[in-house]
């Protein structure tokens, strides 16, 4: 005798499970295998096609049998071997079981299956089979079972699958079926089990499905199938499983269903019900799971339910239930589950639900619930998930909570809950996530929370929570977000922060913390959000925040930050946000921002930045919201005078820039009048401030200030005599309602202020009349106050500018020409051997020696002495050899 198993799966996808059925087939075992009759040949055609039409060559996982030597005309091994082709099962010399589940079959099914008139089972599920169901299964008489579950099948479910016969077990889930159900599965009068889950099946529940008297599981859910619940469903007595859930079902629920007395699951969950929750569902005491969530069910919540003595989940959330939660639930001892949350429930927490001692899981929130919390919840010692958040609780948390040791999940958060934080939540070693924001809690942060190793989820956030940060929560290094935002927390950012290295947003906003950045926190490289806005933080920003390569969000503004922005943080090439603004920061911006491509907004408004815009910020293509303003920032780059114009066209108009056309006029040799052109921003209050320098440069020392942006000249007084000065001007603007610093431009060009009679290179000249623009640089037409010969054609500038205007007038030589007749020789060689520097006289030759002027100059003889020779100097080597 050969025993051979076959195991087949009939999954239920809303739980996971798999029913799990195994067939012993007792096949006669002979040797040889001629002791079998052939099977008659459409049997054997329906084979082949069924191996070729899924690609049996390339696709199946196990074949054997099917090819085996030696091979028959048809390419398959010799009639009567079929009992040994994997899969397959002959019973008087018919096929009655096909097998290959999970075999990887793929392709279509062939029609052909229909001539297996003797087939039991069809069991093709797990597998990759694609195309429609055929008609022709439905001829067959015979079938117990057809599972075609878990595959890629498309198309309308046959209507001749409902032929009349002796199907019990009828499995199409986890495929893509579409159409409607059709009502004549209601003749299957043998059928058990009826998985028509996850597909898109479309139209209602056919009533006729009422007519399974013998069915017991009935999966339709996770479809699209639409209307009302058939009350006909009622008659299924012998019913101990209904998925109905994950549709788009209306109406209410039927009465009619509480005659399923040996219901054990009610899945009706994720529709469009309405209507109350009958209250004759309290009849189905066999019930396990009830399941009603996510509808539209609306009224109170049945009493009749606390008679569900076996109940081990009652979700009802997400629904329009009123009405207090019934006191007597505390009686469903075999509970939990218990999930209630997103509804509109009023009044208090039964103290009764503290009885509930096998319950894992409470979801009340999202209701109205009032009142305080009952202290008998700390008898759930079983309870892992406490969901309390979103209500009108009031009073303290109650201290036997500590005793929840088995708790995961705590969620108290947005309800009116005060007092302190109890220290001994630091006992609960497993808790992974504590939500406590939205409350009234004050006092301290207990210490004792750093005992939380597990913890990954700390909200503290809007409380009135004071008292500095515990240095002990560096040690939750399993921590993922902390918010402790919106209180009154003061003290310095403990820089055991640093330590959490899981961390991904640390959010410490709406607090009055102080002190400086800790540069540890640069340590956090999982961190995708740091927002420390709004405190008291002073200091520089840590130029460790630019290892922060995660981050997306940097929110640093309305501090007291100053220094400089560090260049690093143009590395941070994921950030998305970075808003400084309200600050002190000083310096430029960095040239490196105009790296970070991903960035959208950009804050640094209400600083005192000044220097030139790097260019390189057009680079920013993704950069919708820029504000710069109130800064003393500018460019003169067209290109990103427009970038900058398109995101922010009010840039330039608040910025404090130097002014212009800075110049002095003298009033005595001791006092200077400054004057300048007002700058154009004049929007919020300033002023100017008028430094000045004995050298050129600076550094500069401030003389004075002025009030009033519109002011255009300051009289600088008792200055030092014979001694030149530098003077500068800045714009200032005054703190106002955008900006709490003062901002200081750049300085202005400088202006010199030369002593009346000064002569620096004694030229002849004074200083103030060489530098006509009094800007301490040699502009073009000026001769130098540094240098009495500024063309170096040997005669003081003074010599030649008699005048000492500037202008080459009638008879002057030209101090910033050493050639002025342009005759090849110097002005002051001229005048040395008595010839005119405004004639040229190149040509002539005054000592009839036979060298003209100019020779003799080149020659360095003298032009008046025919006797004179070259010097023994090397020069006059090429001039002998010219001659």
Same mark, same amino acid.
Not at 87 to 106: M, Q
Not at 245 to 265: A, G, K, R, V
Not at 521 to 529: E, H, R, Y
Not at 579 to 594: D, E, H, M, Q, R
């Given at each position: 005798?050969?025993?051979?198993?076959?195991?087949?799966?009939?999954?239920?996808?809303?739980?996971?499970?798999?029913?799990?059925?195994?067939?012993?087939?007792?096949?006669?075992?002979?040797?040889?295998?001629?002791?079998?009759?052939?099977?008659?040949?459409?049997?054997?055609?329906?084979?082949?096609?069924?191996?070729?039409?899924?690609?049996?060559?390339?696709?199946?996982?196990?074949?054997?049998?099917?090819?085996?030597?030696?091979?028959?005309?048809?390419?398959?091994?010799?009639?009567?071997?079929?009992?040994?082709?994997?899969?397959?099962?002959?019973?008087?010399?018919?096929?009655?079981?096909?097998?290959?589940?999970?075999?990887?079959?793929?392709?279509?099914?062939?029609?052909?299956?229909?001539?297996?008139?003797?087939?039991?089972?069809?069991?093709?599920?797990?597998?990759?089979?694609?195309?429609?169901?055929?008609?022709?299964?439905?001829?067959?008489?015979?079938?117990?079972?057809?599972?075609?579950?878990?595959?890629?099948?498309?198309?309308?479910?046959?209507?001749?699958?409902?032929?009349?016969?002796?199907?019990?077990?009828?499995?199409?889930?986890?495929?893509?079926?579409?159409?409607?159900?059709?009502?004549?599965?209601?003749?299957?009068?043998?059928?058990?089990?009826?998985?028509?889950?996850?597909?898109?099946?479309?139209?209602?529940?056919?009533?006729?499905?009422?007519?399974?008297?013998?069915?017991?599981?009935?999966?339709?859910?996770?479809?699209?199938?639409?209307?009302?619940?058939?009350?006909?469903?009622?008659?299924?007595?012998?019913?101990?499983?209904?998925?109905?859930?994950?549709?788009?079902?209306?109406?209410?629920?039927?009465?009619?269903?509480?005659?399923?007395?040996?219901?054990?699951?009610?899945?009706?969950?994720?529709?469009?019900?309405?209507?109350?929750?009958?209250?004759?569902?309290?009849?189905?005491?066999?019930?396990?799971?009830?399941?009603?969530?996510?509808?539209?069910?609306?009224?109170?919540?049945?009493?009749?339910?606390?008679?569900?003595?076996?109940?081990?989940?009652?979700?009802?959330?997400?629904?329009?239930?009123?009405?207090?939660?019934?006191?007597?639930?505390?009686?469903?001892?075999?509970?939990?589950?218990?999930?209630?949350?997103?509804?509109?429930?009023?009044?208090?927490?039964?103290?009764?639900?503290?009885?509930?001692?096998?319950?894992?899981?409470?979801?009340?929130?999202?209701?109205?619930?009032?009142?305080?919390?009952?202290?008998?919840?700390?008898?759930?010692?079983?309870?892992?998930?406490?969901?309390?958040?979103?209500?009108?609780?009031?009073?303290?948390?109650?201290?036997?909570?500590?005793?929840?040791?088995?708790?995961?999940?705590?969620?108290?958060?947005?309800?009116?809950?005060?007092?302190?934080?109890?220290?001994?939540?630091?006992?609960?070693?497993?808790?992974?996530?504590?939500?406590?924001?939205?409350?009234?809690?004050?006092?301290?942060?207990?210490?004792?929370?750093?005992?939380?190793?597990?913890?990954?989820?700390?909200?503290?956030?809007?409380?009135?929570?004071?008292?500095?940060?515990?240095?002990?929560?560096?040690?939750?290094?399993?921590?993922?977000?902390?918010?402790?935002? +919106?209180?009154? =927390?003061?003290? /310095? %950012? *403990?820089? $055991? !922060?640093?330590? #959490?290295?899981? @961390?991904?947003? &640390?959010?410490?906003?709406?607090?009055?913390?102080?002190?400086?950045?800790?540069?540890?926190?640069?340590?956090?490289?999982?961190?995708?959000?740091?927002?420390?806005? +709004?405190?008291? =933080?002073?200091? /520089? %920003? *840590?130029? $460790? !925040?630019?290892? #922060?390569?995660? @981050?997306?969000? &940097?929110?640093?503004?309305?501090?007291?930050?100053?220094?400089?922005?560090?260049?690093?943080?143009?590395?941070?090439?994921?950030?998305?946000?970075?808003?400084?603004?309200?600050?002190? =920061?000083?310096?430029? %911006? *960095?040239?490196? !921002?105009?790296?970070?491509?991903? @960035?959208?907004? &950009?804050?640094?408004?209400?600083?005192?930045?000044?220097?030139?815009?790097?260019?390189?910020?057009?680079?920013?293509?993704?950069?919708?919201?820029?504000?710069?303003?109130?800064?003393? =920032?500018?460019?003169?780059?067209?290109?990103?005078?427009?970038?900058?114009?398109?995101?922010?066209? &009010?840039?330039?108009?608040?910025?404090?820039?130097?002014?212009?056309?800075?110049?002095?006029?003298?009033?005595?040799?001791?006092?200077?009048?400054?004057?300048?052109?007002?700058?154009?921003?004049?929007?919020?209050?300033?002023?100017?401030?008028?430094?000045?320098?004995?050298?050129?440069?600076?550094?500069?020392?401030?003389?004075?200030?002025?009030?009033?942006?519109?002011?255009?000249?300051?009289?600088?007084?008792?200055?030092?005599?014979?001694?030149?000065?530098?003077?500068?001007?800045?714009?200032?603007?005054?703190?106002?309602?955008?900006?709490?610093?003062?901002?200081?431009?750049?300085?202005?060009?400088?202006?010199?202020?030369?002593?009346?009679?000064?002569?620096?290179?004694?030229?002849?000249?004074?200083?103030?009349?060489?530098?006509?623009?009094?800007?301490?640089?040699?502009?073009?037409?000026?001769?130098?106050?540094?240098?009495?010969?500024?063309?170096?054609?040997?005669?003081?500038?003074?010599?030649?500018?008699?005048?000492?205007?500037?202008?080459?007038?009638?008879?002057?030589?030209?101090?910033?020409?050493?050639?002025?007749?342009?005759?090849?020789?110097?002005?002051?060689?001229?005048?040395?051997?008595?010839?005119?520097?405004?004639?040229?006289?190149?040509?002539?030759?005054?000592?009839?020696?036979?060298?003209?002027?100019?020779?003799?100059?080149?020659?360095?003889?003298?032009?008046?002495?025919?006797?004179?020779?070259?010097?023994?100097?090397?020069?006059?080597?090429?001039?002998?050899?010219?001659?």
């Amino acid at each position: 005798m050969n025993l051979q198993y076959s195991i087949l799966f009939c999954r239920d996808t809303h739980h996971g499970k798999r029913f799990l059925i195994l067939f012993i087939f007792l096949l006669l075992s002979a040797i040889p295998f001629t002791a079998y009759g052939d099977i008659p040949d459409p049997e054997r055609e329906a084979l082949v096609a069924l191996y070729d039409a899924t690609d049996g060559n390339n696709s199946w996982t196990n074949k054997s049998g099917w090819k085996d030597a030696p091979l028959h005309a048809d390419g398959f091994s010799m009639p009567g071997t079929e009992n040994t082709w994997y899969g397959v099962t002959i019973e008087n010399d018919h096929v009655i079981n096909i097998v290959l589940n999970n075999n990887r079959l793929s392709g279509e099914l062939p029609v052909s299956l229909g001539n297996l008139t003797s087939l039991k089972i069809l069991s093709l599920s797990y597998n990759q089979l694609t195309g429609v169901i055929p008609t022709q299964l439905g001829t067959i008489s015979s079938l117990t079972e057809i599972l075609l579950n878990n595959n890629r099948l498309t198309g309308s479910i046959p209507a001749s699958l409902g032929t009349p016969g002796n199907l019990y077990r009828l499995c199409l889930n986890d495929n893509l079926l579409t159409g409607p159900i059709p009502k004549e599965l209601g003749n299957l009068s043998n059928l058990f089990q009826l998985y028509l889950n996850n597909n898109i099946l479309t139209g209602t529940i056919p009533k006729e499905l009422g007519s399974l008297n013998k069915l017991d599981q009935l999966y339709l859910n996770n479809n699209l199938i639409t209307g009302s619940i058939p009350p006909e469903l009622g008659n299924l007595t012998n019913l101990y499983q209904l998925y109905l859930n994950n549709n788009e079902l209306t109406d209410s629920i039927p009465e009619d269903l509480n005659e399923l007395t040996n219901l054990y699951q009610l899945y009706l969950n994720n529709n469009q019900l309405t209507g109350n929750i009958p209250s004759a569902l309290g009849s189905l005491t066999n019930l396990r799971d009830l399941v009603l969530s996510s509808n539209q069910l609306s009224g109170p919540i049945p009493v009749e339910l606390i008679n569900l003595i076996n109940l081990q989940q009652l979700l009802l959330n997400n629904n329009e239930l009123t009405g207090s939660i019934p006191t007597d639930l505390g009686s469903l001892t075999n509970l939990l589950k218990l999930s209630l949350n997103n509804n509109q429930l009023t009044g208090s927490i039964p103290s009764g639900l503290g009885s509930l001692n096998k319950l894992i899981g409470l979801w009340l929130y999202s209701n109205g619930l009032s009142g305080e919390i009952p202290s008998s919840l700390g008898n759930l010692t079983n309870l892992m998930y406490l969901y309390l958040h979103d209500n009108q609780l009031t009073g303290s948390i109650p201290t036997s909570l500590v005793n929840l040791v088995n708790l995961f999940t705590l969620y108290l958060n947005n309800n009116k809950l005060e007092g302190s934080i109890p220290a001994g939540l630091g006992s609960l070693a497993n808790l992974k996530i504590l939500s406590m924001g939205y409350n009234q809690f004050d006092n301290t942060i207990p210490q004792e929370l750093g005992n939380l190793s597990n913890l990954t989820d700390l909200y503290l956030n809007n409380n009135t929570l004071t008292g500095s940060i515990p240095g002990t929560l560096g040690g939750l290094t399993s921590l993922k977000n902390l918010y402790l935002n +919106d209180n009154g =927390l003061t003290g /310095s %950012i *403990p820089s $055991e !922060l640093g330590n #959490l290295t899981k @961390l991904q947003n &640390l959010i410490l906003y709406n607090n009055e913390l102080s002190g400086s950045i800790p540069s540890q926190l640069g340590n956090l490289s999982n961190l995708t959000a740091l927002i420390l806005r +709004d405190n008291q =933080l002073t200091g /520089s %920003i *840590p130029s $460790e !925040l630019g290892n #922060l390569t995660k @981050l997306e969000y &940097l929110y640093l503004y309305n501090n007291g930050l100053s220094g400089s922005i560090p260049s690093g943080l143009g590395s941070l090439s994921k950030l998305k946000y970075l808003i400084l603004y309200n600050n002190a =920061l000083t310096g430029t %911006i *960095p040239s490196t !921002l105009g790296s970070m491509t991903n @960035l959208q907004y &950009l804050y640094l408004y209400g600083n005192k930045l000044t220097g030139t815009i790097p260019s390189n910020l057009t680079a920013l293509g993704n950069l919708s919201n820029l504000i710069i303003r109130y800064n003393a =920032l500018h460019t003169s780059n067209s290109g990103l005078i427009t970038f900058l114009n398109n995101r922010d066209p &009010l840039w330039a108009n608040a910025q404090t820039v130097a002014p212009t056309e800075v110049t002095t006029g003298d009033v005595t040799e001791s006092t200077v009048v400054v004057q300048w052109s007002p700058v154009t921003y004049t929007a919020d209050p300033g002023g100017y401030i008028v430094s000045y320098s004995t050298s050129h440069g600076g550094p500069y020392t401030s003389f004075g200030t002025v009030d009033g942006k519109s002011t255009t000249q300051l009289e600088v007084t008792g200055l030092a005599v014979n001694t030149t000065y530098y003077l500068t001007v800045q714009a200032y603007t005054a703190p106002h309602n955008y900006n709490q610093n003062t901002v200081v431009s750049d300085y202005s060009q400088e202006t010199v202020h030369y002593p009346a009679l000064k002569d620096t290179d004694g030229d002849g000249i004074p200083d103030g009349d060489e530098d006509a623009n009094r800007n301490g640089v040699v502009d073009p037409g000026e001769t130098d106050p540094g240098n009495a010969d500024t063309d170096g054609d040997g005669i003081f500038d003074g010599v030649e500018d008699v005048n000492h205007n500037g202008v080459v007038d009638s008879g002057e030589t030209d101090p910033l020409d050493s050639d002025t007749d342009d005759d090849g020789m110097p002005d002051g060689w001229e005048i040395q051997y008595g010839f005119d520097p405004l004639v040229n006289d190149a040509d002539e030759d005054e000592d009839n020696d036979g060298y003209s002027n100019l020779k003799e100059y080149q020659r360095r003889t003298d032009p008046l002495d025919s006797n004179s020779h070259p010097s023994k100097g090397m020069p006059w080597l090429p001039l002998l050899l010219e001659d």
